[in-house]
């Protein structure tokens, strides 16, 4: 999507502030084996909206449940668990080294794995109850029947390819349906460990390695540096995995802290990457796969984060509990599951505890449309998705996926609305292209007829015109008007344009143009900037659909403007330029012709062009803007009579200059700030001490 664009660091401080911020208190009652309340959420859920912006939405999922204990054993330190389809589920309780099998209530059916486990980090099971567990201080990955009897060990691959001074230090597991096993190790930056069962264990190599993160300045600092140097800086090596998570196609899905865009991935069998999330936390902790093509992450402080299949952040909620044992916030996250009926499950091993959530109806219908449409059954899908948009119609995901199914069904028209509320762009364009194509068929015909005759017009008038001279009277009207001063002078325009030295000879030594022409043709402008910026085309608007601010836009171009001329006319001053203030104000103003002239054709060309066509509304643009680029320097020149050097110094201490004066203006600012903040507390103690 040509949305998910992605700022993550900027939008986890303002989910987590958010979240935090609006918390409220929940209750906690408790009974001897297991901790059960229902209550509402001490926390909010959000979004991403199609601007890629955080917004509140609703209630996605509810603290439902809360296991402090399984029968009467108390958990400690807990580190990973599995749930299974037949409702079993397997705690690693690693600090009693050893693995815990209880039902979904708490209730305690077995233990095992004591004596043989040493500092367990990670647990997989198959739904034989066939049991993986991850050692890292034993060194070796763990295998127990469905009777929790040990029936294989397997240990650091002795094959050169894993590496002579690698050591082996399991912390996650994971094991597809033929019993490969996948492995994160500690320290392991080579990427996931794959290790077949076979003879009892073959090193396959190494599975969905991360990148290295090395920008184009580090590699040719790096270059730069002497062998001493460069081993004293920080070695550049791929990050190792945090966790993962394996889907029933055996599609592998990681985290990994400090991975930018690439926090979260889906690793096909290749080990290439299939999801490119919105937005992500930057310390996950784990991911679990959902039953709807879509997957959660947790991260360390409690924030769970759900996706659809394509990345699009559907909800964020939960968060961090400051310590009053709130249900539905953890202290440190370490995994999470989905349950069959899409209970999420969040182990939390500060507490020793696991806090699970239900989903709402929302949620549910928003599940519903999510199985469906991925499924290609989008008729069928419309029936959830107004279920969602009943509840809740600016959310975007399910105007998206509305918008996507009605296209399915070549409804274009409501396609493009639904399209539009989401902001998706794709299928606004797409929606566009075919609402275009339909209108074309039906009217070219008639568009065609009236070119001709418009042509055909235009010739007799022209005869008529040389035997009958009909149009010499408008032709004398019109040249009279344009013989008004300020008509004339704003007429100049299009000479300075296509004459730049000699239309900067005409304002310098002829005065061709004046103050009043060029601030019509700045008023222009600013009319044309304005237009342009809220009513440009759908798929070209920079701005929120609704949102207007003309007051900040106007007062933008005329200090932009104020700051440019000021220190131009500063710096040309010093510099012994022959400029006076009033002709390098006209001639800034004249080298913006190219603007007035091609944004108008931009802008209709952005109404009537797709994603297909956007190189005609990109180039026209950028046209504009090179030639007014070309007349600003070609002024500066000619108006100051500077040589091409001095004109180009001139310019740089021009951005010198306004740079320095808008840093004066922010600390000005902010000591007036300081300054009436002083004044208002200064008056409001007064106030108190005269009342009092």
């Not at 936390?281 to 997957?295: I, K, L, M, Q, R």
């Not at 419309?382 to 918008?403: C, I, S």
Request: hydrophobic residues 45%; charged residues 20%.
């Amino acid at each position: 999507m040509k949305m998910a664009a992605l700022k993550q660091g900027r939008w986890k401080k303002r989910i987590l502030g958010g979240a935090l911020a609006l918390s409220v208190a929940a209750c906690v009652l408790g009974d001897s084996a297991s901790l059960t309340t229902k209550a509402d959420a001490p926390y909010k859920s959000y979004t991403v909206d199609g601007y890629g912006s955080v917004t509140e939405t609703q209630t996605a999922y509810l603290p439902y449940k809360t296991l402090t204990k399984v029968g009467d054993e108390a958990l400690l330190s807990p580190t990973d668990f599995c749930l299974l389809k037949d409702g079993s589920m397997y705690i690693l309780d690693s600090g009693n080294a050893r693995v815990v099998v209880s039902d979904l209530e708490g209730n305690l059916i077995s233990t095992f794995g004591e004596g043989t486990l040493v500092t367990p980090r990670g647990i997989f099971v198959t739904e034989d109850h066939i049991t993986y567990v991850a050692d890292r201080d034993a060194k070796s990955i763990f295998v127990f029947d469905a009777q929790g009897n040990l029936t294989q060990t397997y240990g650091r691959p002795d094959v050169p390819m894993y590496g002579e001074t690698q050591d082996f230090l399991p912390l996650k597991i994971v094991v597809n349906s033929s019993g490969t096993m996948y492995i994160v190790c500690e320290s392991n930056t080579n990427g996931i460990v794959e290790i077949s069962p076979v003879d009892g264990g073959t090193f396959l190599g190494y599975f969905g390695t991360n990148a290295t993160n090395a920008s184009i300045w580090t590699i040719i600092w790096r270059a730069l540096l002497t062998d001493a140097q460069r081993a004293k800086m920080r070695s550049n090596i791929p990050s190792t995995p945090d966790n993962m998570a394996i889907d029933d196609k055996g599609i592998i899905y990681t985290v990994t802290r400090g991975e930018g865009k690439d926090v979260l991935k889906r690793l096909n069998i290749a080990g290439v990457n299939m999801i490119e999330p919105d937005t992500t936390d930057t310390t996950p902790a784990a991911v679990a796969v959902g039953n709807h093509d879509n997957c959660f992450v947790v991260s360390q402080q409690g924030f769970i984060y759900e996706y659809n299949n394509e990345g699009d952040l559907l909800f964020v909620f939960g968060g961090k509990d400051d310590g009053q044992s709130r249900i539905g916030l953890a202290s440190k996250a370490e995994a999470i599951r989905v349950g069959t009926d899409d209970k999420l499950y969040i182990l939390d091993s500060d507490k020793s505890q696991i806090q699970i959530y239900e989903p709402t109806e929302f949620t549910n219908y928003l599940h519903d449309a999510l199985y469906l449409f991925s499924k290609g059954r989008y008729t069928e899908s419309k029936t959830p998705l107004a279920k969602v948009l009943e509840m809740n119609n600016l959310f975007d995901y399910a105007n998206m996926a509305m918008g996507k199914a009605l296209y399915k069904e070549e409804d274009y028209e409501g396609a493009l609305k639904y399209a539009r509320l989401a902001k998706d762009l794709d299928s606004y364009s797409d929606a566009f292209w075919e609402i275009r194509n339909e209108w074309l068929k039906k009217h070219l015909t008639a568009m065609v007829l009236l070119l001709i005759g418009l042509l055909i017009l235009k010739r007799v008038i022209k005869v008529l015109d040389r035997k009958k001279h009909i149009l010499d009277g408008p032709r004398a009207a019109l040249h009279r008007f344009g013989e008004i001063k300020l008509i004339r002078e704003i007429r100049y325009m299009f000479y300075f344009m296509r004459h730049p030295i000699d239309g900067c000879y005409g304002i310098k030594r002829e005065g061709r143009v004046s103050v009043a022409s060029a601030n019509v043709l700045l008023a222009v402008g600013i009319v044309f900037y304005v237009i342009n910026r809220y009513f440009c085309g759908f798929l070209f608007k920079t701005v929120r659909e609704g949102r207007f601010d003309v007051a900040s836009d106007v007062g933008l171009v005329l200090i932009a403007l104020l700051l440019v001329v000021g220190c131009n006319y500063l710096m040309c001053t010093i510099n012994d330029g022959e400029g006076k203030l009033k002709d390098i104000y006209c001639s800034f103003v004249y080298s913006f012709g190219p603007y007035l002239v091609i944004l108008p054709f931009v802008f209709l060309l952005s109404h009537i062009v797709t994603y297909n066509e956007e190189f005609f509304v990109s180039f026209g643009t950028l046209f504009m803007f090179v030639w007014v680029a070309v007349l600003i320097v070609i002024s500066v020149r000619e108006i100051n009579n500077y040589t091409v050097g001095e004109t180009v110094k001139i310019i740089l201490l021009t951005l010198f200059t306004i740079l320095i004066v808008c840093l004066l203006a922010f600390i000005l600012y902010v000591l007036w700030a300081q300054v009436l903040d002083f004044l208002q507390s200064f008056v409001r103690e007064v106030v108190y001490r005269i009342g009092s």
